[in-house]
C-alpha cells in the first residue's frame, strides 16, 4: 500500500532501500536527536528496514520525482507504542535527512498519516512526541494541528544510554475535522 501528496510517496520499505536509508540515517544530526543513534553501515539500515521499519503503517517517505526515501514516517499502533493501550489511538513518528529540512516536507507527510489514520483506519486519536531540543518535531506537531499533553522527565532511552525530557501531543478526529 501507499499514500501520495502534492509531493511525496509514502510506501512500504524495500531490502533495496537500505543503501538511501544509510545515506541519511548515519547522519549524526538525524537519529540522535530523535532518540536512536546513527547508522553504522548499510547492513545495520538493512536490519532496520527489516526488523523496524516493518509495521503495519510504517512507510519511506519518497520524493514523486524518484521514489527514493529521504525519511520515515509511521503511526505505531497498539502494542508498539508507550503512549496507549487502545486500539483506536496510535502514535505518528517521523524523521527525514538533513538535506530535505525546512522545506515542508514531514509536514506533508504527516498531515497525510494523519488523515489516513482517522478516515482510513478509524483512529480517534494520534498521538506524537519529542525530545527537548528538537525544536524541529515540535514545530511539525504544531502544524499538524496537535496539542501539546504533557512532559515526561527523566526518560530513560535505552538505544541512546541517557536520559531525556520528552515532551507529548495529541490531535482527536474532532480536532482534525475542524481544521
Known amino acids: 500500500m501507499s499514500l501520495e501528496t502534492e509531493r ?41 528496514i527489516r526488523y523496524v521499519f516493518c509495521g503495519a503503517e510504517a512507510y519511506a517517505v519518497c520524493l514523486k520525482q524518484d521514489n527514493k526515501p529521504i525519511g520515515a514516517i509511521e503511526l505505531k499502533l497498539n502494542g508498539n507504542t508507550d503512549l496507549t493501550e487502545r486500539d483506536d489511538e496510535c502514535e505518528l513518528g517521523y524523521w527525514i535527512g538533513k538535506p530535505f529540512w525546512g522545506q515542508g516536507l514531514i509536514p506533508e507527510a504527516a498531515k497525510e498519516l494523519i488523515r489516513h489514520a482517522f478516515q482510513d483506519l478509524g483512529m480517534r486519536k494520534v498521538w506524537c512526541g519529542y525530545y527537548d531540543g528538537n525544536e524541529k518535531s515540535r514545530r511539525v506537531q504544531e502544524k499538524c494541528g496537535f496539542k501539546y499533553q504533557w512532559t515526561t522527565k527523566d526518560l530513560y532511552l535505552p538505544l541512546m544510554s541517557e536520559h531525556r525530557t520528552g515532551h507529548v501531543s495529541c490531535i482527536t478526529k474532532e480536532e482534525f475535522e475542524n481544521r
Not at 537500505?18 to 532518540?35: M, R
Open 8 to 48: 511525496l510517496i509514502l510506501r512500504r520499505w524495500q531490502d533495496s532501500d537500505a543503501e538511501d536509508l544509510y545515506k541519511y540515517a548515519s547522519d549524526p544530526d538525524v537519529g540522535p536527536i530523535a532518540g536512536w543513534p546513527a547508522h553504522k553501515n548499510v547492513k545495520e539500515s538493512l536490519g532496520v
